[in-house]
């Protein structure tokens, strides 16, 4: 097939390209990103042109990356402009979504100016800062048909990949609001991380996460179902105590701080509590600056049981009369457990409970159906 491409489109395309290098308003990463998106529209629209739409488009391609790679080198290989057209595809085949609520920004057209409609303030939630979600929107610029873009190109061939637009709008939040690295990025996609958010919620709560992301303003909010430790490599090992268990997940705090999720500090190791001259040892403290509380974690290798939960409330208890201050909130306790019966901790702890959790942790990482299917079974 002899093709011969209109040279207003090349010409086009190399525009595109040559703007975004002259673009100062974000980092070259997300300038490139809107130059991808404008480059896979032209080449979904040029395709809609050719008689033979599947040949057409290939020799399209191939030409392109040809023209584009000789003259800017890197990053205009066939394999890319493959991507570049599927990140059209996507994103433009959905609703426009953004790091923030759109429906919460107001644009005043008689002053040019923006300004955020902040919602009511939630228990332990911080005001949201109204003049960096201004100043955000004001540094990222939006394309012909409403969409927004705020990480880069490496991250976006991740999400791509995800096929549920509402668990794609949620790890691009996340990712963004946390600063994921490509790596975590990864990593939490791979350990569906959505999916264990999903468990523990229901309908509206799921469509939330889409729409809002992780958001922490209950101490249910910080459970996962299951935690995912496949960082620890214990799965390697045919026995291991609670000790080694502990120990792992010190010597990779940070990816344990990654597991547990937004707003934890590391308070201490086995910290004894001492009363009537006995002395106790809670596993794991943390601090939680969202909820404003002590976030205590016990280890348990086997099946948790009441005993554990008794035990876990005596710490609670002691932490809410003696460390945390009037100001901070009641304490949290997590039972961190190989295993479960859920009859026995609903049975044990008070049917009021907002305090005291058991959840699953697994060695290595889950199959997506397996917690699909829970999740449908939990639904």
Wanted: charge should be positive; hydrophobic fraction near 35%.
């Amino acid at each position: 097939m002899n093709l011969v491409i209109d040279t207003n489109f090349i010409r086009e395309i190399k525009e595109l390209v040559n703007s975004a290098k002259q673009r100062v308003v974000t980092s070259i990463n997300i300038a490139m990103v809107y130059t991808y998106y404008e480059i896979g529209r032209r080449i979904v629209e040029q395709e809609q042109k050719g008689s033979n739409k599947a040949n057409y488009g290939e020799e399209l391609l191939i030409q392109l990356s040809s023209e584009l790679t000789k003259e800017f080198g890197k990053g205009y290989s066939l394999t890319n402009l493959k991507l570049i057209r599927q990140f059209y595809l996507v994103y433009s085949s959905q609703k426009s979504q953004t790091v923030f609520d759109q429906s919460k920004i107001i644009y005043n057209f008689k002053t040019k100016t923006l300004s955020y409609n902040n919602s009511k303030k939630q228990i332990g939630q911080p005001l949201v800062d109204q003049s960096k979600i201004i100043n955000n929107f004001k540094n990222y610029p939006i394309t012909s048909d409403g969409h927004r873009f705020f990480l880069n190109w490496a991250s976006y061939i991740f999400l791509m990949r995800i096929k549920d637009p509402n668990e794609r709008s949620f790890y691009e939040i996340e990712c963004y609001n946390s600063r994921w690295s490509k790596r975590e990025l990864k990593r939490q996609i791979d350990s569906c991380l959505y999916e264990r958010l999903s468990l523990s919620r229901d309908k509206q709560g799921v469509l939330d996460l889409a729409r809002r992301g992780h958001v922490i303003e209950k101490p249910i909010d910080v459970l996962k179902e299951p935690f995912v430790l496949e960082f620890l490599d214990l799965d390697e090992k045919e026995r291991y105590s609670e000790n080694d268990l502990e120990t792992e997940i010190l010597n990779k705090i940070q990816y344990f701080m990654l597991e547990l999720g937004k707003g934890f500090t590391f308070v201490k190791r086995q910290m004894r509590l001492t009363f009537n001259n006995k002395h106790y040892h809670a596993d794991l403290v943390f601090y939680n600056r969202f909820l404003r509380c002590f976030v205590i974690i016990d280890l348990k290798i086997g099946e948790v049981t009441h005993q554990d939960i008794g035990q876990m409330q005596m710490y609670v208890n002691y932490y809410d009369r003696f460390i945390k201050t009037n100001d901070e909130n009641k304490t949290i306790g997590i039972l961190l457990c190989k295993d479960k019966d859920d009859a026995i901790v609903r049975l044990t702890l008070p049917e009021d409970n907002n305090q005291i959790f058991a959840a699953k942790y697994e060695t290595i990482l889950p199959s997506k159906d397996e917690l699909l299917s829970l999740i449908k079974d939990t639904n």
